[in-house]
């Protein structure tokens, strides 16, 4: 058996050495807990964490995540009838990190009694609200606010949008207090890291409050330019400006303010560096697109100019680190966000889209390439090609993260109304305001049409 003092020591050193199955191997804690650890309740709540991190690390994932589970349980019981702030803060970390690392498995093992999804972040939100009330960190706070902003946008999550508001609204007014609360500090590694996360992640929860989440909208006003009147105006403008004063203070902090950035030199940064500055462009992109489509800027094609910049600075960056054969994401959503902005800039500035560069250099998937024709045969007026393109990706259910099955049937049933001329068909399938949508596209069609006409006439 291991000297207490060994093993005292290998449970204060695990964070700086990070080879958390070692660790366990090294104290004999792989299989069961040693005995020397089991009249304190604060070196079992290490403890757990580290089983939490070697699961996470390691191949045996269900057996740590229990022993995890029995670590905590033995420091509560220990604890007694209060409450212990550790065992709350380990069984939050251990919920949070489910719900990160969350996939589908088979009733293998121990596997048959990991939670579901919802029921992982209803535990995390719980624990970390108990923290709340009790002896928190800044540290507890960031990890509560990332949580409500991650599962606010979990798309797999059966939440209501009032729900998915209400805990951005939450996650917002948490990443401002971290913030608030350094400003006045001299921050050093950690704390400056955590300090520019939040401002990061507050950036991205107030964007998704501001931008339209109707799919039906975004379409109707990327292929026509048409728009609704806007709720809560008002709140959207303040929370822009806010978003804006935060977005620019980062990138100057960060040094990502220039005019022309210097692409090589970023693309060859490390991805864990952060921030990941194709990911901040990207960012900043959305920010300047969503304030042209939303009306929150005076000069609207200043704003749409910026997008465009942004988004290709990011696009850049992607493509330069592909060729150095260093890791990205994997994702093409900055490409696919460029491509976007081409329908938005062609009505104003017609000329080759910036999007046929990428297209020639980069193997897309065949879902962006399928979207950017239907959207360009819409815009042009070949409206039975774009239906029965859509029909076509319908049948054989081709659908990928660029051609989801909501945005084909909203794109379906515009060209269908285009091509019929009415929206009898759609009363079933569409609330009253979003019929709107289709008959003020309808109005639009019509009047192209009409100078059309006059000016051949």
Same mark, same amino acid.
Request: proline share 4%; net charge positive; with cysteine.
């Given at each position: 058996?291991?000297?207490?003092?060994?093993?005292?020591?290998?449970?204060?050193? =695990?964070?700086?050495?990070?080879?958390?199955?070692?660790?366990?191997?090294?104290?004999?804690?792989?299989?069961?807990?040693?005995?020397?650890?089991?009249?304190?309740?604060?070196?079992?709540?290490?403890?757990?964490?580290?089983?939490?991190?070697?699961?996470?690390?390691?191949?045996?994932?269900?057996?740590?995540?229990?022993?995890?589970?029995?670590?905590?349980?033995?420091?509560?019981?220990?604890?007694?009838?209060?409450?212990?702030?550790?065992?709350?803060?380990?069984?939050?970390?251990?919920?949070?990190?489910?719900?990160?690392?969350?996939?589908?498995?088979?009733?293998?093992?121990?596997?048959?009694?990991?939670?579901?999804?919802?029921?992982?972040?209803?535990?995390?939100?719980?624990?970390?609200?108990?923290?709340?009330?009790?002896?928190?960190?800044?540290?507890?706070?960031?990890?509560?606010?990332?949580?409500?902003?991650?599962?606010?946008?979990?798309?797999?999550?059966?939440?209501?949008?009032?729900?998915?508001?209400?805990?951005?609204?939450?996650?917002?007014?948490?990443?401002?207090?971290?913030?608030?609360?350094?400003?006045?500090?001299?921050?050093?590694?950690?704390?400056?890291?955590?300090?520019?996360?939040?401002?990061?992640?507050?950036?991205? =929860?107030?964007?998704?409050?501001?931008?339209?989440?109707?799919?039906?909208?975004?379409?109707?006003?990327?292929?026509?330019?048409?728009?609704?009147?806007?709720?809560?105006?008002?709140?959207?403008?303040?929370?822009?400006?806010?978003?804006?004063?935060?977005?620019?203070?980062?990138?100057?902090?960060?040094?990502?303010?220039?005019?022309?950035?210097?692409?090589?030199?970023?693309?060859?940064?490390?991805?864990?560096?952060?921030?990941?500055?194709?990911?901040?462009?990207?960012?900043?992109?959305?920010?300047?697109?969503?304030?042209?489509?939303?009306?929150?800027?005076?000069?609207?094609?200043? =704003?749409?100019?910026?997008?465009?910049?942004?988004?290709?600075?990011?696009?850049?960056?992607?493509?330069?680190?592909?060729?150095?054969?260093?890791?990205?994401?994997?994702?093409?959503?900055?490409?696919?966000?460029?491509?976007?902005?081409?329908?938005?800039?062609?009505?104003?500035?017609?000329?080759?889209?910036p999007w046929l560069a990428y297209l020639r250099k980069l193997s897309f998937p065949p879902g962006l390439k399928t979207l950017i024709l239907i959207r360009q045969a819409i815009t042009q007026g070949r409206y039975e090609e774009a239906a029965s393109q859509l029909k076509q990706v319908m049948r054989s259910r081709q659908y990928d993260s660029f051609m989801t099955e909501k945005k084909v049937r909203v794109l379906r049933d515009i060209a269908q109304v285009l091509q019929n001329g009415h929206t009898r068909?759609?009363?079933?399938?569409?609330?009253?305001?979003?019929?709107?949508?289709?008959?003020?596209?309808?109005?639009?069609?019509?009047?192209?049409?009409?100078?059309?006409?006059?000016?051949?006439?």
């Amino acid at each position: 058996m291991k000297e207490k003092k060994e093993i005292i020591h290998q449970l204060d050193t =695990a964070k700086s050495h990070k080879t958390w199955e070692l660790t366990l191997a090294a104290m004999e804690a792989r299989n069961s807990i040693p005995e020397v650890l089991l009249d304190s309740p604060e070196r079992l709540c290490q403890l757990a964490e580290i089983y939490v991190m070697a699961a996470i690390q390691g191949p045996c994932y269900d057996w740590y995540m229990y022993m995890a589970g029995y670590a905590l349980d033995t420091a509560q019981r220990l604890a007694g009838c209060r409450t212990s702030v550790m065992v709350l803060r380990g069984r939050a970390f251990k919920a949070h990190m489910e719900y990160i690392l969350y996939g589908p498995v088979g009733k293998k093992g121990f596997a048959c009694h990991r939670p579901d999804k919802l029921s992982l972040v209803i535990q995390a939100i719980s624990y970390y609200e108990k923290l709340m009330q009790a002896d928190y960190t800044v540290s507890d706070m960031y990890h509560y606010a990332t949580i409500l902003f991650k599962s606010a946008g979990d798309i797999y999550l059966p939440i209501v949008r009032t729900r998915r508001q209400m805990q951005l609204k939450k996650a917002c007014a948490l990443y401002k207090r971290i913030l608030d609360h350094s400003a006045h500090d001299e921050l050093t590694g950690e704390g400056k890291q955590m300090r520019l996360k939040a401002g990061y992640y507050f950036c991205r =929860a107030s964007l998704s409050l501001i931008k339209s989440h109707s799919r039906l909208g975004q379409e109707a006003f990327l292929l026509f330019g048409i728009t609704l009147p806007q709720s809560c105006r008002v709140e959207k403008l303040g929370r822009f400006h806010t978003l804006q004063r935060m977005a620019n203070r980062i990138c100057r902090h960060c040094g990502l303010d220039g005019d022309v950035p210097l692409i090589e030199e970023l693309a060859r940064r490390p991805r864990t560096e952060f921030p990941y500055a194709c990911d901040w462009f990207y960012l900043m992109g959305q920010l300047y697109e969503c304030a042209y489509e939303q009306q929150l800027c005076p000069w609207p094609e200043d =704003a749409l100019r910026r997008a465009e910049r942004y988004y290709t600075y990011a696009c850049d960056i992607d493509y330069r680190r592909r060729q150095l054969h260093l890791s990205v994401s994997g994702y093409m959503h900055m490409y696919a966000a460029l491509f976007r902005l081409y329908h938005h800039s062609s009505r104003h500035r017609p000329g080759v889209p910036p999007w046929l560069a990428y297209l020639r250099k980069l193997s897309f998937p065949p879902g962006l390439k399928t979207l950017i024709l239907i959207r360009q045969a819409i815009t042009q007026g070949r409206y039975e090609e774009a239906a029965s393109q859509l029909k076509q990706v319908m049948r054989s259910r081709q659908y990928d993260s660029f051609m989801t099955e909501k945005k084909v049937r909203v794109l379906r049933d515009i060209a269908q109304v285009l091509q019929n001329g009415h929206t009898r068909r759609l009363c079933n399938r569409y609330a009253k305001w979003e019929i709107v949508y289709f008959e003020r596209i309808l109005q639009t069609m019509r009047r192209q049409n009409g100078f059309a006409k006059a000016r051949t006439g």
